[in-house]
T-cell receptor, first 114, second 110 residues
Framework: NAGVTQTPKFQVLKTGQSMTLQCAQDMNHNSMYWYRQDPGMGLRLIYYSASEGTTDKGEVPNGYNVSRLNKREFSLRLESAAPSQTSVYFC?????????????FGPGTRLTVL | DQQVKQNSPSLSVQEGRISILNCDYTNSMFDYFLWYKKYPAEGPTFLISISSIKDKNEDGRFTVFLNKSAKHLSLHIVPSQPGDSAVYFCAASEGNQFYFGTGTSLTVIP
């Protein structure tokens, strides 16, 4: 049981290049999330998918697209990377039960855009 | 505007003493409040949560208190241990979205 996995762990891009960050979870959770973490800003929600086949914008969606490929996988795409997208990206899945509500996070992808 | 705020960027506590981390929020519609712990180069790890209908939840050395009238929650760690040194994020959920504070870096001094 690997939990939430993310690839790659590190990436360096040039301005204007594109790339896709991959995320998979093996906990059979319905909801999945993409966040970015910047110094002094906490975690900010980029996009989320409440269930397979649905996606919605979060606080900071500009410059990103997402795909919920199936229940396990949720990818984040940068079509034309900009230096402002330099950040650490975390994927999470949500466990929602009657008595508790939490998210499980992947290890993160550290992205640098030059 | 930030809906969840952690006004103390850092906190230092002696081993064995109590650590108190604070968090304020502005949205009265939040359903759940959560605390996460984060080590460098790792993802956040869930620590403890509390429903908006409760005012206290305890799990071992960790207790979360919720004061809805003041829109304030706190995390108490007793006794503090060196392994507790990490960044702590509070978060709140409304429907499908979660909102995070900016984090408090806790250092427990042996």
């Amino acid at each position: 049981n690997a939990g939430v996995t993310q690839t790659p762990k590190f990436q360096v891009l040039k301005t204007g290049q594109s790339m896709t960050l991959q995320c998979a979870q093996d906990m059979n959770h319905n909801s999945m999330y993409w966040y970015r973490q910047d110094p002094g800003m906490g975690l900010r929600l980029i996009y989320y998918s409440a269930s397979e086949g649905t996606t919605d914008k979060g606080e900071v969606p500009n410059g990103y697209n997402v795909s919920r490929l199936n229940k396990r996988e949720f990818s984040l795409r940068l079509e034309s990377a900009a230096p402002s997208q330099t950040s650490v990206y975390f994927c999470a899945s949500r466990a929602y039960r009657a008595s508790t509500d939490t998210q499980y996070f992947g290890p993160g992808t550290r992205l640098t855009v030059l | 505007d930030q809906q969840v705020k952690q006004n103390s960027p850092s906190l230092s506590v002696q081993e064995g003493r109590i650590s108190i981390l604070n968090c304020d929020y502005t949205n009265s519609m939040f359903d759940y409040f959560l605390w996460y712990k984060k080590y460098p180069a790792e993802g956040p790890t869930f620590l403890i949560s509390i429903s908006s209908i409760k005012d206290k939840n305890e799990d071992g050395r960790f207790t979360v208190f919720l004061n809805k009238s003041a829109k304030h929650l706190s995390l108490h760690i007793v006794p503090s241990q060196p392994g507790d040194s990490a960044v702590y994020f509070c978060a709140a959920s409304e429907g499908n979205q979660f909102y995070f504070g900016t984090g408090t870096s806790l250092t427990v001094i042996p």
